[in-house]
């Protein structure tokens, strides 16, 4: 028979626990379940040089003020996990890493099956906290550049070690490319 849950949120990170949060103000049952770890892209998709890109003032979930020295820094990014795996134990969310969700399917009334690598798991509501960003936006002009030259996209930059001895362009002026491209050039590439 399959486990049966109210409220079944799929992903550890910031939006997840904060639905996580407000369930158990509620007392409503529920359950988190993340494929990695507690805020797992920040661990795995950002680079070693990378910091939150906001004050440290404006970093603050329901019920957890992020504390500091300098509230007019910028954390890197190891603090951010850190900031969210702490709200994770503080609010006592029900999580469960490793539990990577591969089918919703919705049963018949106003349940769902939401099936793991291991388990199913019968729900009435489920959300789904998994992040806008799914899979790196490449453009498809990439498949004209010639296999010859190396392509990284940012969810995969680390440092500039891992980069081969040339000039690098950086496509993209968001806060990862301007972030990205300062660490490069903080390195001595030539960018």
């Not at 490449?138 to 680390?158: E, G, K, M, T």
């Amino acid at each position: 028979m399959n486990e049966q849950i109210e409220t079944v949120i799929i992903g550890a990170g910031h939006a997840g626990l904060i639905m996580s949060y407000y369930l158990s103000e509620l007392g409503r049952e529920h359950v988190v379940l993340e494929a990695g770890r507690v805020a797992e892209r920040w661990r795995s998709e950002r680079w070693d040089s990378f910091f939150f890109q906001f004050p440290n003032w404006t970093i603050e979930l329901p019920g957890y003020k992020y504390e500091c020295d300098d509230p007019d820094g910028f954390v890197p990014g190891t603090e951010v996990v850190r900031f969210v795996q702490n709200y994770a134990d503080i609010i006592h969310a029900p999580v469960r890493c490793g539990a990577k969700v591969t089918s919703l399917e919705r049963l018949s009334g106003a349940t769902y099956l939401v099936n793991t690598e291991t388990k199913a798991i019968e729900a009435a509501n489920v959300v789904i906290a998994t992040g806008q960003y799914q899979k790196p936006a490449v453009p498809p002009l990439n498949a004209d550049v010639s296999r010859d030259v190396f392509q990284i996209h940012s969810s995969n930059y680390r440092n500039p070690d891992q980069l081969p001895p040339a000039a690098i362009l950086v496509v993209g002026a968001g806060s990862s490319g301007c972030q990205i491209a300062e660490d490069l050039n903080q390195a001595g590439r030539q960018v």
